[in-house]
């Protein structure tokens, strides 16, 4: 499949031109060797194979805690918009997501519990809870323009932010062959991400997503940490309310 869309940058652009300088042309064979832990370029006609390492984007803490220290070895990103409160389980969450990761450049399209590291995600055994998960599977329709998507997006991320519960957006670049990519939210709970979807940069968002995707697809997930267990489970959500 040949891309003729625009693509919009991803959020660690910024940061890979303070770490690294990116051929202008890379070989088919350049790209199908590089190490997929090394920060790429965002620009979707450099890539021949789909793009491993992308860091999540976590929500600043608010203004009391203390922040996270970051990874040396594949840091994530942080908003500068600061949420206003967190529970103290979640803020076991956000410091463990610090790794989060897919695990297969196939993000796109593999069940959402395959694409990302969530058996290496490790909380204290005493706490238990349940957070509300939000995947995004999408293919861009040719020729769409992606910059006032992206704008809409990014204001979209920081109102969310700002008025409390997400903890944590990650998102792919289009799979090269297929145009399908992946975007993903992790709330504290579904009364959050369901009073999002009614804030005017979110509708805003929505309104030209409609306009620009060729598919959109939801899928809607809980993120379970049961007591006496390290580790967490993702499950498919089927009803009712998640977390608090």
Not at 13 to 42: G, N, V
């Amino acid at each position: 499949m040949t891309a003729t869309f625009t693509h919009p940058p991803h959020p660690s652009s910024l940061k890979a031109k303070d770490t690294q300088t990116m051929p202008s042309d890379p070989t088919p064979e350049a790209s199908a060797e590089r190490d997929p832990h090394t920060i790429p370029s965002f620009e979707l006609k450099e890539h021949k194979v789909p793009v491993l390492y992308l860091p999540p984007l976590l929500s600043s803490l608010p203004e009391r805690i203390p922040p996270h220290n970051l990874p040396k070895e594949y840091p994530p990103l942080v908003t500068e918009t600061r949420l206003p409160d967190i529970d103290p389980a979640s803020l076991s969450l956000h410091k463990a997501l610090h790794h989060f990761k897919p695990v297969t450049p196939d993000y796109a399209e593999a069940p959402y519990g395959e694409a990302f590291n969530w058996a290496e995600l490790e909380l204290p055994e005493d706490e238990e809870r349940e957070w509300y998960c939000v995947a995004f599977k999408s293919q861009r329709k040719a020729g769409s323009n992606g910059d006032a998507l992206y704008e809409a997006d990014k204001h979209a991320h920081e109102e969310a932010v700002h008025n409390g519960g997400l903890i944590l957006y990650w998102y792919g670049i289009p799979n090269p062959q297929t145009g399908m990519n992946l975007a993903t939210c992790i709330w504290q709970s579904r009364k959050h991400a369901v009073a999002a979807n009614s804030r005017p940069h979110h509708i805003k968002a929505m309104r030209l997503a409609a306009q620009s995707y060729e598919v959109y697809e939801l899928g809607r997930y809980v993120l379970r940490k049961s007591k006496g267990e390290k580790h967490v489970a993702i499950e498919p959500y089927d009803g009712g309310e998640v977390g608090w």
